[in-house]
């Protein structure tokens, strides 16, 4: 394989990120009955490294895909993004979460230090600050939801994203009604649903059918509801597309769709008016990127879905100070347990969101991030 930039794949490793504190478990609204754990560090970090002494970073992933991994891309050119998008895509199709995002984004964070860019620059971005909504873990009660709502609009976040799954309408309601009385129109409130987990027809917790999914969105329409995303399975096109028609505020999802096809039938049968795509489920940023540019050409927003944090989401703070049509920065933040923060301590300069609700895109290179040597598991 020739190498027209000059620059060479030499090595790809992955990098284990020690856990220096474990923080705590949280129940997801999504899961129940399950366990999701928080702490500071863990995990793994994949690095491409150069010829030319560049290295890029990028979440890590499953071990045993290395060596496919090795093999496709040692001694190749890594400006070739889009053959190594659809290589890896190839090799790691249906491994969501296992899969190669990382190195796709590794790949771009190599592209962006040798031009010497930041990444939203390289992709036509002006923005240096985006907005950041707090996206909820926990069901947690009304009451407490409205307390951490108005403490977080107090802090100058922007948006707060609730989940509903409580067994009747008239408690999911109540959550939204505590929380607007708390925080007045200091912040938006976005509701999720989380009924397209499951590509199939069950999964833990409440199921809603269209009935409670339609009084729900005309319910959350009436109290001013910046979006209502996911209120069905991921699939049923059409019965989401006859809601979204039902009302005027808009219904967000495909956070767990994996094809490009998938979305270009979501925006032609008007399912949703803001999309929200996974670099982790598409197997890389070099995707997301055209699902934005799908967005932008008919006329619908578009939010990236990452609870994962780390280096994914600052792929993702790119991205979105790139795209006029991005509203907000998703960020997993439910404190104490919860805090978004615990997930950006592997940085020597994590990111923050301001008293304006706002976080500063990193300027350096790349995805302009280091990681906090403390981390590092030699």
Same mark, same amino acid.
């Given at each position: ?33 399950? &366990? ?20 890029g970073?990028?979440?890590? *992933? ?15 050119? #890594? *400006? ?15 491994? #969501? ?15 962006g230090?040798a ?12 923005k ?10 926990? /069901?947690?009660? #009304? ?6 709502? %108005? ?12 989940? /509903? ?14 929380v607007?009385? !708390? ?18 027809? +069950?999964? #833990?917790?409440?199921?809603?059918? *269209?009935?409670?999914a339609?009084e ?8 001013? $509801? ?18 979204? &028609? ?5 219904? !967000? ?13 979501? $925006? ?14 598409l ?9 934005? $540019? ?6 619908? &927003? ?20 790139? +795209? ?17 923060e ?5 940085? &020597?300069?994590?990111i923050? $969101? ?5 976080? %500063? ?6 995805l ?11």
């Amino acid at each position: 394989m020739t190498q027209p930039s000059g620059i060479q794949i030499t090595d790809i490793r992955l990098v284990r990120i020690k856990t220096l504190r474990e923080v705590g478990v949280i129940e997801p609204a999504w899961n129940v009955g399950g &366990q999701m754990t928080f702490s500071v560090g863990g995990g793994s970090v994949v690095e491409v490294l150069t010829n030319e002494g560049i290295t890029g970073i990028g979440p890590g *992933f499953d071990a045993t895909l290395l060596p496919v991994v090795r093999e496709k891309l040692m001694g190749a050119d #890594p *400006f070739a993004v889009e053959q190594h998008a659809a290589t890896l895509r190839y090799f790691a199709s249906g491994l #969501p979460y296992r899969g190669v995002a990382g190195v796709d984004i590794a790949l771009w964070d190599l592209i962006g230090k040798a031009c010497g860019q930041p990444l939203y620059r390289l992709w036509g971005g002006g923005k240096q600050k985006v907005p950041a909504y707090a996206s909820m873990v926990r /069901l947690s009660t #009304p009451e407490e939801r409205a307390d951490l709502a %108005a403490r977080l609009a107090g802090e100058g976040w922007r948006a707060i994203k609730l989940r /509903l799954h409580h067994p009747t309408l008239r408690e999911d309601l109540r959550t939204v009604e505590l929380v607007r009385n !708390a925080v007045g129109d200091r912040m938006n409130i976005l509701v999720d649903a989380n009924q397209a987990q499951s590509d199939g027809t +069950w999964q #833990p917790g409440v199921l809603w059918d *269209f009935r409670r999914a339609l009084e729900t969105a005309k319910e959350l329409d009436r109290m001013g $509801v910046y979006w209502l995303e996911e209120p069905l399975p991921r699939f049923a096109f059409r019965d989401l597309a006859r809601l979204n &028609q039902a009302v005027a505020m808009p219904i !967000a999802g495909g956070e767990n769709n994996r094809g490009l096809h998938e979305f270009v039938q979501m $925006v032609e049968g008007g399912v949703y008016d803001i999309l929200q795509p996974e670099s982790m489920v598409l197997n890389g940023i070099t995707a997301l990127r055209k699902i934005g $540019v799908l967005a932008e050409l008919h006329g619908k &927003q578009i939010c990236p879905h990452h609870g994962g944090r780390g280096l994914g989401t600052i792929a993702h703070l790119h991205l979105s100070a790139s +795209w006029p049509h991005c509203p907000y920065l998703e960020l997993l933040h439910d404190p104490p347990i919860g805090e978004y923060e615990h997930g950006f301590a592997l940085l &020597q300069e994590p990111i923050r $969101v301001d008293s304006e609700g706002l976080v %500063a895109v990193p300027q350096g290179p790349g995805l302009g991030v280091t990681l906090n040597p403390d981390f590092v598991d030699a």
